[in-house]
């Protein structure tokens, strides 16, 4: 890893489902370029020698560790039934097979078409597809939220939901990715999913058009009574810190009485964007460690610059907020700065480390430590338990009502 450090991905472990892919799921991860010394290419049926690789901690010499990975990758070029194998998709697989060996579901491969697409989205460019953020970890794809505006909201989809079918093709036992790949494609086609939904006893099909999609990160606005609010939809690059500044000086020009900070759907993104946000609500202070397995800790700290520091505040949080989400929510919490209202986050505290491959051939993340709020809560697995907890029924949804923004503009309007 380099002394200097690169932008860090918060997001399960969380990502668009868009034309040409995005990841899925969403992460906390650091982006970086592999110290990569050397490259061979695999003939069919030849032996490599292998350089520059680390020694086992067993004391076998690389080689003979490896003997039986190149003679399973000779027999199947030998006797395989379908010939020629694709030499890269056994690659990509086998670099899957040593991240899921680890037992992570954090941890795994990003193929260069998906990541080029991801690095796209972080940085706001346009999108074509359904817009929902997802989770491929589990038994089938499950949604974490639909984007705001997108065909993934408008066709009803809510956070839970999960994926059994494509097309009419029955999706169990098929890998998340494989299954979110299945779902892309160009805007104005149409793609029906069945959806098993929690607490709905039978599944139900929804046709969803695909549409190009434009990331926008801050939406605000003045509430009744008042109250200033802001939603923030992901943890961007710069740009996000940037809007949200320029949210934020036009509705304090208002002269508010509140302010509600929206989280809700929101899975993740960058961690520096998340201690930039952090920073224009709390005045000083620590706003999370990051915890490695050595015991070294690293400290964030607020940069004493926020421009909404003072103004009472609440902060919306449900079961779709995730990693640099809960980073922001969790240092709030914490220091006092405001309460929390709405029911428990995802929970998601680690954190990834980003690796380029060589050739072009996509990336691997790999958790390297986990974070903890100011007070030392790790929130991996249990999320935040809001300060008021308020849910969100089916009838709810249908109605078009908000149960949670009504308590948070009525304890700021106290």
Known sequence: MENKRPPILIILAMFLIVVGATLAGFFAGRV?????????????????????????????????????????????HEQYVEQPVDDVQLMRGAIQGMLNALGDEHSSYIDPESLEL????????????????????????????????SPAEKAGLKAGDQVIAIDGED?????????????????????????KRPGVEQPFDVEIVR??????????????????????????????????????????????????????????????????I?????KEGVIAYEVYGDGRKETFEASGK??????????????????????????????????????TTYGKGSVQVWNDLVNNQGAVRITVARWLTPSGRTIQGTGLIPDVEVPMSEEDYSAGLDPQLEKAIELLSR
């Open 278 to 282: 952090t920073s224009e609500f709390i």
């Open 171 to 195: 999706m169990t036992g098929i890998d998340g990715e494989l299954v979110r790949q299945k779902i892309l494609g160009p805007a104005g086609s149409t793609v029906r999913l069945t959806i």
């Open 306 to 343: 926020g421009l909404a520091t003072e103004i009472p505040l609440v902060v919306l949080v449900n079961e779709g907020s995730a990693s640099a989400s809960e980073i922001v929510a969790g240092a709030i919490q914490d220091l006092g700065r405001g309460k929390l209202v709405g029911v």
């Open 118 to 149: 991801f690095q796209a989205q972080i940085t706001g460019t346009e999108y074509e597809g359904i817009g929902a953020y997802v989770d491929t970890t589990r038994e089938y794809l499950t949604i974490i939220a639909p984007m705001m505006g």
């Open 32 to 76: 970086s370029a592999a110290n990569q010394t050397s490259s061979f290419l695999v003939m069919p049926g030849a032996t490599p020698q292998v350089e520059a690789l680390p020694e086992s901690t067993n004391d076998k010499s690389v080689n003979e560790l490896f003997a039986p990975f190149w003679q399973t990758w000779r027999l199947i």
């Open 211 to 276: 549409a190009s999609i434009k990331s926008t990160n801050v939406i605000g606005r003045m509430e009744k009574n008042n109250i200033a609010y802001i939603r923030l939809l992901a943890f961007g690059d710069e740009n996000t810190t940037r809007d949200l500044r320029e949210m934020l000086k036009k509705l304090l020009a208002e002269n508010p009485q509140g302010l509600i900070l929206d989280l809700r759907n929101n899975g993740g993104g960058l961690l520096n964007s998340a201690i930039d």
